[in-house]
């Protein structure tokens, strides 16, 4: 039978990296979710034809409804429907490619279906890690990481057996402004912030590398996905991005997964586990690398990073709070309205206003997400 796959953020860098894969492996689309991109989705459903198509924004669906009257796609719009297209019945996995916290109500339907989730969207961790990860496991549902350096890790670990992990080398390229001391980064640009030296993603994600938040969230990320302890993980910054991360066993040996800075790499074993397909992406010339280093990040500097790692063992809505208030930070930075350390100062604020309340249900981390947002907005 044929592989049907959804993607939520299909017209985005991992959605569109996700389609390239679906092709060149021949798999199928069940259904293909986005914002409002009405060309690329136009052009996605007429090549692979989706039982379902939505765009969050209505104006934008109802465009797109009369474009493409003459295929089989059926066109939605709303948030809503964001949640039905997780949980289309055709497809087996489901790529979660949104940003932020909009990917977590659709990240539940689709554990709720029992898809295996290959996933993308690190935010749903960071905010509801323990929700998520226990529902799945309740349901049944396989959570396969997309990112690079949890697709590294989950690799690494397949060496060794539960319980025999001693630490996890999470690896960064610590960003465009490695080195930089922490005053030289005030007038530092959005165009400047946007220009990463290794991967091209979409924005979001990219101004969280040159601050390195994305760490921060990845490191929460691992501690969900992996079941560490966040004494066991150990962020490294490696400049060149080869080594997409490490472990540790408790007999020091050290497993390390490689290869070029290719996001389809991940991608594809995400949809082909257990097994391994022909490469999508280009090979790894090792000849051609000169040599890999290693360094200590700079907390100092980067104190996002250092925010986050102080947060990850916490049990109130505090990671979610730091999430959320990221989101609309990096998003007022983006629209030129903060200054690039502005970033940090709000998101601390909103965790010393915000974090300390409990995180029992979805209820009380969706309320906090949209207190903590309402805060950083408020603050401009
Ligand atoms: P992007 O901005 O390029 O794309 C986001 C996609 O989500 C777009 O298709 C957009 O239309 C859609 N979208 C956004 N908000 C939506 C909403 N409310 N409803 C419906 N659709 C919505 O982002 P990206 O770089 O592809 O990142 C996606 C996720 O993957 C993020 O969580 C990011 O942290 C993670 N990630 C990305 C990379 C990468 O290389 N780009 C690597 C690792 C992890
Ligand atoms: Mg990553």
């Known amino acids: 039978m044929k592989h049907m796959i ?18 060149k492996l021949r798999f199928g689309v069940s259904a293909l979710a986005a914002d409002s991109n009405v060309n690329l989705m136009e052009k996605q459903i007429r090549e692979f034809v989706p039982e379902i198509a939505i765009l969050r924004n209505e104006k934008a669906a109802a465009e797109l ?17 964001l949640i039905e297209a997780a949980a289309v019945g055709s497809a087996g996995t489901v790529i979660t490619a949104v ?15 029992k898809k295996r989730i290959a996933l ?9 890690g323990h929700i998520v990860m226990s529902r799945a496991a309740e349901k049944g549902a396989e959570i396969i990481a997309v990112d690079s350096e949890h697709s590294a890790i989950f690799q690494c670990l397949m060496a060794g057996r539960k319980g025999e992990l001693k630490r996890i080398l999470l690896t960064a390229s610590g ?18 912030a946007l220009r990463h030296p290794n991967w091209s993603m979409g924005a979001k994600i990219t101004i969280d590398s040159a601050t390195m938040m994305n760490k921060g969230l990845e490191f929460i990320e691992a501690m969900h996905l992996f079941g560490a302890r966040p004494e066991q993980i150990k962020g490294l910054v490696h400049p060149q991005s080869v080594i997409h991360s490490m472990v540790e066993f408790r007999d020091n040996s050290v497993m390390a997964q490689l290869g070029v800075p290719d996001m389809r790499i991940p991608i594809e074993l995400a949809l082909t586990y257990p097994e391994r397909h ?4 280009p090979e790894l010339d090792l000849t051609k690398l000169g040599a890999l280093t290693f360094e200590e990040p700079d907390e100092d500097v980067f104190t996002c990073l250092k925010l986050a790692r102080e947060l990850a063992g916490r049990h109130d809505v505090s990671c979610a709070v730091m999430n959320a208030a990221n ?10 309205r903060i200054g690039f350390l502005d970033i940090y100062e709000l998101i601390k604020s909103a965790v010393d206003k915000f ?11 969706l309320d906090a997400d949209t207190e903590a947002r309402k805060f950083v907005f408020g603050r401009v």
């Open 65 to 81: 409804r009369v474009r493409v009257f003459d295929t089989k796609t059926t066109v939605y719009g709303g948030e809503n429907a």
């Open 327 to 336: 989101e609309a930070a990096v998003s007022l930075f983006l629209e030129d």
């Open 120 to 128: 993308a969207n690190k935010e749903t961790l960071v905010c509801a």
């Open 278 to 281: 022909d490469a999508v992406a």
């Open 99 to 113: 940003v932020g916290t909009a990917g977590l109500k659709p990240t539940l339907a689709a554990i709720d279906a």
């Open 175 to 192: 960003g465009p402004f490695r080195g930089k001391k922490r005053k030289e980064l005030a007038d530092i640009t959005k165009e400047q």
């Open 355 to 365: 974090g300390g309340s409990a995180a029992g249900s979805l209820e009380d981390i």
């Open 6 to 23: 959804s993607i939520l953020g299909s017209t985005g860098s991992i959605g569109r990296q996700s389609l390239d894969v679906i092709r």
